[in-house]
């Protein structure tokens, strides 16, 4: 497709302005199909944020599963040790002793400091998390505003074949002179 869009461009170019303006023309043509793959450079890299969002909002969501997950396990172990030490009590006649209530409220000190630690390094991955997506949005970002200067520049390379396939210099100059 993009030679015989060369070829017409510059064909067309021919008739205005001879060899000078097929030459512009085919720059113009090639000029085109630069800014046609910057603007696919650029949706490209909004998709890949996207696609980031999305990656961090489904780990963010694993993380919490496997956290509510462990927080139960601990709750049931705790519960099976504090249930084990009940029938030890009775079996032994130990009920209502304070080695017995020690015992009991050890277990659940120690639920409640892992429960806490388990929130703490929730709270931790969730600010990684976050900083890596941030991260990748701002490479994102730089990747955007180098196609788009990239873009530009393509863009004046264009006008600049093309001023001077028509004999933009050459008129210039004349004003000048």
Do not use: C, H, W
């Not at 023309?25 to 980031?52: L, M, N, P």
């Not at 040790?81 to 120690?110: D, E, I, K, P, R």
């Not at 990747?143 to 001077?164: D, E, H, P, V, Y």
Request: glycine share 12%; charged share 15%; proline share 1%.
């Amino acid at each position: 497709m993009s030679f015989f869009k060369d070829l017409v461009y510059g064909g067309v170019g021919f008739l205005i302005g001879g060899p000078a303006g097929a030459a512009a023309g085919v720059a113009y043509s090639k000029g085109e199909d630069v800014v046609e793959q910057q603007k696919k450079q650029v949706d490209a890299t909004r998709r890949a944020q996207e696609q980031a969002r999305q990656q961090y909002a489904a780990e963010s969501k694993k993380a919490e599963i496997q956290n509510i997950r462990s927080v139960r396990q601990q709750t049931r172990q705790s519960r099976i040790a504090q249930s084990s030490m009940l029938n030890v009590g009775a079996q032994t006649g130990g009920m209502g002793s304070s080695a017995m209530a020690g015992g009991m409220f050890s277990v659940s000190s120690q639920l409640g400091s892992n429960i806490d630690y388990m929130s703490q390094i929730a709270k931790q991955n969730t600010a990684i998390g976050g900083f890596a997506l941030g991260y990748s949005n701002e490479m994102a970002n730089a990747s955007i505003a180098a196609s788009r200067q990239q873009l530009a520049s393509a863009q004046m390379g264009m006008a600049t074949s093309i001023f001077g396939g028509v004999g933009g210099y050459e008129k210039v100059a004349k004003v000048f002179a």
